[in-house]
């Protein structure tokens, strides 16, 4: 029987008033005639847990909105179901989707709003081995190299820890990706919101694949039995609150973490800072058949929301892949503090994800501290 987890708030509104053509980084191409339209007045949709001795990364007890929570396959019967589902064919012919985000008033970011971020206090859980060990993360590897969208080729923990997700939406197959996190129950998974939830739905037949590559699964497909999102992306998909967690069952008797480790997770950092993020993208003129990485200073959005952003040609599939901070390239390890939400249909080579501030600090926690059937 799982333990029911506290849930947690979220930020609001983006986007602009007027509704504009987007891309979306986030498993689907968009639908045929329709343009790729996946957007908050103008903004699309793009796109581990430690073992004893984990620090555990607690809200504040001031007031905020508690995440939305869904089961998902949380019986043993409804586990093995969503495990056949999943065919190698399935995967290798997963779309991204496309639809329309609810259009919003403009909200850029502001002074206050950087100040109101800076005074949560920051929280920092470290990376795990498959043994359960803490990691001590060192400051980034000595030669970090630039990217806007390379194959990962330097292995460590990363291509353990990273892999793609599928789900079915409205009757169709498609992807996202995700990242496995240090956490109390070893079984936490974080992605973005749309990866979970879209059109005022949750998804169906939910699976993470850790380390997917060509087709392979050297990791196997773990099923989520709870989905968690923040309450500004349940009740009106906005983008600033683009993040979510998913729980998923323990496989041939062991819990995820146990398997391929956690990065570390970070909350309420400084903003403009050197990272790295990585996903599987899925649109052309990638497959989502390899890891991709994207790496460079991070800048703010200064057009319709209050996300940050990196210059990055990821396409649909790599939604919910990690940003890190401290990534290291030598090791694979960073600090997971964002995700791939969204692109601009008239700046494709950007790539932007939420600020994890104290509503994805709530989510994480929400998720961390459930059960596992």
């Known amino acids: 029987m799982r333990r029911k987890a506290r849930l947690v708030p979220i930020l609001t509104a983006i986007a602009g008033s007027t509704l504009l053509s987007t891309t979306i980084a986030h498993g689907a191409t968009a639908d045929a005639g329709t343009g790729a339209t996946a957007g908050t007045a103008g903004a699309a949709?793009?796109?581990?847990?430690?073992?004893g001795g984990v620090t555990s990364a607690r809200t504040s007890a001031r007031a905020v909105p508690q995440p939305v929570e869904?089961?998902?396959?949380?019986?043993?019967?409804?586990?093995?179901?969503?495990?056949?589902?999943?065919?190698?064919a399935k995967m290798e012919a997963a779309r991204p989707l496309a639809a329309l985000v609810p259009e919003k008033d403009g909200a850029r970011l502001t002074a206050g709003a950087i100040a109101a971020q800076a005074a949560a206090d920051p929280v920092s859980v470290p990376a795990t081995e498959p043994d359960g060990d803490a990691v001590t993360a060192t400051k980034g590897s000595a030669a970090v190299r630039a990217s806007t969208g390379a194959a990962w080729t330097?292995?460590?923990?990363?291509?353990?820890?990273?892999?793609?997700?599928?789900?079915?939406?409205?009757?169709?197959?498609?992807?996202?990706?995700?990242?496995?996190?240090?956490?109390?129950?070893?079984?936490?998974?974080?992605?973005?919101?749309?990866?979970?939830?879209?059109?005022?739905?949750?998804?169906?037949?939910?699976?993470?694949?850790?380390?997917?590559?060509n087709g392979n699964r050297p990791h196997g497909t773990w099923v989520a039995t709870t989905l968690y999102t923040t309450p500004q992306w349940n009740n009106s998909e906005d983008v600033n609150h683009d993040v979510a967690s998913a729980v998923v069952a323990p496989l041939n008797g062991r819990s995820l973490t146990d398997v391929v480790g956690g990065q570390g997770v970070s909350f309420n950092q400084a903003r403009r800072r050197q990272m790295h993020s990585f996903g599987y993208p899925a649109a052309a003129p990638y497959n989502g058949s390899r890891l991709i990485y994207c790496a460079g200073r991070a800048f703010d959005d200064f057009l319709m929301s209050r996300d940050i952003g990196l210059n990055?040609?990821?396409?649909?599939?790599?939604?919910?892949?990690?940003?890190?901070?401290?990534?290291?390239?030598?090791?694979?390890?960073?600090?997971?503090?964002?995700?791939?939400?969204?692109?601009?249909?008239?700046?494709?080579?950007?790539?932007?994800?939420?600020?994890?501030?104290?509503?994805?600090q709530a989510v994480y926690e929400a998720a961390q501290t459930t059960g596992t059937p």
């Not at 990534?327 to 969204?342: K, R």
């Open 45 to 51: 949709n793009a796109a581990g847990a430690g073992g």
């Open 70 to 88: 869904k089961e998902a396959a949380d019986t043993r019967k409804e586990q093995q179901t969503v495990q056949r589902y999943w065919t190698e």
């Open 154 to 213: 330097r292995g460590g923990a990363i291509v353990k820890t990273a892999g793609r997700v599928f789900f079915t939406y409205q009757g169709r197959n498609a992807s996202c990706s995700a990242n496995a996190v240090t956490s109390e129950n070893k079984s936490t998974v974080i992605t973005a919101g749309h990866c979970v939830r879209m059109g005022g739905a949750f998804h169906g037949n939910w699976v993470f694949v850790p380390g997917y590559e």
């Open 312 to 360: 990055c040609n990821m396409t649909g599939g790599s939604s919910g892949g990690p940003w890190f901070l401290d990534f290291n390239e030598s090791t694979g390890l960073g600090t997971l503090n964002s995700v791939n939400s969204f692109k601009y249909a008239f700046a494709t080579g950007w790539m932007f994800g939420p600020y994890f501030g104290t509503e994805a």
